[in-house]
């Protein structure tokens, strides 16, 4: 009898268990941020935008470049890409900390490579 | 008899504090004393030492604001290194000869007038690297008309130099044919050999958001790492600058054109202001006075001083 007894309340706790968790990991999925996506341009000899804000979590990059393969290199993420003209370059990675992360061309493009550098600033608010 | 006399004549003026003394030898590499340097005067031996100069960074071609005596500044630094009471037995340029441009016949241009005005140095042997604005923009293919390879070696008096090329790349990579060279090129030598090598852009992570680094120059020094007396001098920065990595010590020179701010010390890399009063403020090039038989190098700044 108690095994008989056990195996109703396995199979009660169980029924009643699989939706709740269905139920809950759904409403998790509704819940998670999804990657903010911000769109660059690469032009000798700048960025556009040259600053944009994210908050911490995940971000894709998509990035164009109008004339050259320049770079676009964060050191502080180590996070770096060529970016072949012509075609949009996705960069996704997850940023938790907030603060200021400075960016640059990082492929001698010319005259004013120097100049091409921007920054991406990480807030919460 | 005239090295000495110079050695000795460096060394009085190190101890008065014009020079700095550094020594690839174990890991033992700050500045020495002047007790230090009383002490080694005392017990001077039949070395084989010389001394050679290395100016670096002279944009030939470049105008605005941060130097409005663009046009002169090469041929003054060309007048004082001639003016040197001892000539050095060569002088090394190590990059950024010329500034960019986008014109191919503009680039030999300036590179042509480049060289017209460093023939008149009064030197037997100059030997002459790329940098990123001589040779990035055409992988190099400029500069080899005018001044040769852009990478090679060669031996002075027992120290195997290196000259390295971390520009031509437009990532700002040596490559891995180069470090392969690199690497069996050294492997011909006894590891002790005193080594130095030469390159235009910090083989290290001096300041990346300035783009003050190689990107596989940590592969560089891994090969160089691998001997216990090397020293590196580069260019790039437009000032002096000194950094090891491990025992090896870098040294960066000062610029011909005009100086850039010290390493991470503002939000961007822009040139510091010209001063009309002081209108050679912030440049010079280097005497470098080297003593193979204990890998010590002398470094004695100058600055650009003849009209």
Same mark, same amino acid.
């Given at each position: 009898?108690?095994?008989?007894?056990?195996?109703?309340?396995?199979?009660?706790?169980?029924?009643?268990?699989?939706?709740?968790?269905?139920?809950?990991?759904?409403?998790?999925?509704?819940?998670?941020?999804?990657?903010?996506?911000?769109?660059?341009?690469?032009?000798?000899?700048?960025?556009?935008?040259?600053?944009?804000?994210?908050?911490?979590?995940?971000v894709?990059?998509?990035?164009?470049?109008?004339?050259?393969?320049?770079?676009?290199?964060?050191?502080?993420?180590?996070?770096?890409?060529?970016l072949?003209?012509?075609?949009?370059?996705?960069?996704?990675?997850?940023?938790?900390?907030?603060?200021?992360?400075?960016?640059?061309c990082?492929?001698?493009?010319?005259d004013?490579?120097?100049?091409?550098?921007?920054?991406?600033?990480?807030?919460?608010? | 008899?005239?090295?000495?006399?110079?050695?000795?004549?460096?060394k009085?003026?190190?101890?008065?504090?014009?020079?700095?003394?550094?020594?690839?030898?174990?890991?033992?590499?700050?500045?020495?004393?002047?007790?230090?340097?009383?002490?080694?005067?005392?017990?001077?031996k &039949?070395y084989?030492?010389?001394?050679?100069?290395?100016?670096?960074?002279?944009?030939?071609?470049?105008?605005?604001?941060?130097?409005?005596?663009?046009?002169?500044?090469?041929?003054?630094?060309?007048?004082?290194?001639?003016?040197?009471e001892?000539?050095?037995?060569?002088?090394?340029?190590?990059?950024?000869?010329?500034?960019?441009?986008?014109?191919?016949?503009?680039?030999?241009?300036?590179?042509?007038?480049?060289?017209?005005?460093?023939?008149?140095?009064?030197?037997?042997?100059?030997?002459?690297?790329?940098?990123?604005? &001589?040779?990035?923009?055409?992988?190099?293919?400029?500069?080899?008309?005018?001044?040769?390879?852009?990478?090679?070696?060669?031996?002075?008096?027992?120290?195997?130099?290196?000259?390295?090329?971390?520009?031509? &790349?437009?990532?700002?990579?040596?490559?891995?044919?180069?470090?392969?060279?690199?690497?069996?090129?050294?492997?011909?030598?006894?590891k002790?050999?005193?080594?130095?090598?030469?390159?235009?852009?910090?083989?290290?992570?001096?300041?990346p958001?300035?783009?003050?680094?190689?990107? &596989?120059?940590?592969?560089?020094?891994d090969?160089?790492?691998?001997?216990?007396?090397?020293?590196?001098?580069?260019?790039?920065?437009?000032?002096?600058?000194h950094?090891?990595?491990?025992?090896?010590?870098?040294?960066?020179?000062?610029?011909?054109?005009?100086?850039l701010?010290?390493?991470?010390?503002?939000?961007?890399?822009?040139?510091?202001?010209w001063?009309?009063?002081?209108?050679?403020?912030?440049?010079?090039?280097?005497?470098?006075?080297?003593?193979?038989?204990?890998?010590?190098?002398?470094?004695?700044?100058?600055?650009?001083?003849?009209?």
């Amino acid at each position: 009898m108690a095994s008989t007894r056990r195996d109703w309340m396995v199979r009660t706790l169980t029924a009643g268990a699989v939706p709740l968790l269905g139920a809950l990991g759904r409403h998790a999925l509704a819940q998670a941020p999804a990657p903010q996506v911000v769109k660059l341009v690469a032009q000798r000899f700048h960025y556009t935008p040259s600053e944009f804000r994210v908050k911490p979590g995940e971000v894709i990059l998509e990035i164009t470049s109008l004339d050259f393969v320049h770079g676009f290199n964060i050191p502080d993420l180590k996070l770096r890409s060529d970016l072949p003209p012509g075609r949009v370059t996705q960069l996704r990675f997850t940023v938790d900390k907030p603060g200021e992360y400075d960016f640059l061309c990082d492929n001698f493009c010319g005259d004013q490579h120097e100049e091409m550098a921007g920054r991406m600033i990480v807030s919460a608010t | 008899m005239k090295r000495y006399q110079r050695r000795d004549l460096l060394k009085l003026a190190a101890i008065g504090g014009g020079a700095a003394y550094f020594a690839a030898l174990g890991g033992c590499a700050a500045p020495s004393s002047p007790m230090g340097m009383q002490a080694r005067a005392g017990a001077a031996k &039949d070395y084989d030492d010389f001394y050679f100069v290395q100016l670096s960074d002279s944009h030939w071609g470049f105008s605005g604001p941060p130097n409005p005596d663009a046009a002169n500044t090469l041929r003054k630094a060309v007048a004082t290194v001639n003016a040197l009471e001892h000539p050095p037995e060569f002088i090394v340029f190590t990059g950024d000869l010329t500034h960019t441009t986008d014109d191919p016949g503009e680039r030999r241009k300036r590179m042509a007038g480049f060289r017209d005005i460093v023939s008149a140095l009064k030197v037997k042997q100059v030997r002459f690297m790329p940098g990123e604005h &001589d040779a990035a923009l055409d992988r190099g293919a400029a500069f080899k008309e005018f001044f040769g390879e852009t990478f090679y070696s060669f031996d002075h008096k027992g120290v195997h130099f290196i000259a390295l090329d971390n520009v031509s &790349d437009p990532g700002a990579k040596i490559g891995d044919e180069q470090l392969a060279w690199m690497k069996a090129d050294l492997a011909k030598r006894p590891k002790d050999s005193p080594i130095v090598v030469l390159t235009h852009r910090p083989l290290f992570d001096l300041v990346p958001k300035w783009d003050w680094a190689t990107r &596989d120059g940590a592969q560089a020094i891994d090969i160089l790492m691998q001997y216990p007396k090397v020293t590196v001098f580069y260019g790039h920065i437009h000032q002096e600058h000194h950094h090891m990595t491990g025992h090896i010590a870098h040294h960066s020179a000062k610029s011909l054109i005009f100086p850039l701010p010290a390493p991470g010390s503002q939000p961007a890399r822009t040139p510091l202001p010209w001063d009309p009063a002081q209108p050679n403020r912030g440049l010079g090039f280097r005497e470098i006075e080297a003593e193979p038989d204990v890998a010590n190098y002398k470094i004695q700044e100058l600055g650009v001083t003849r009209a």
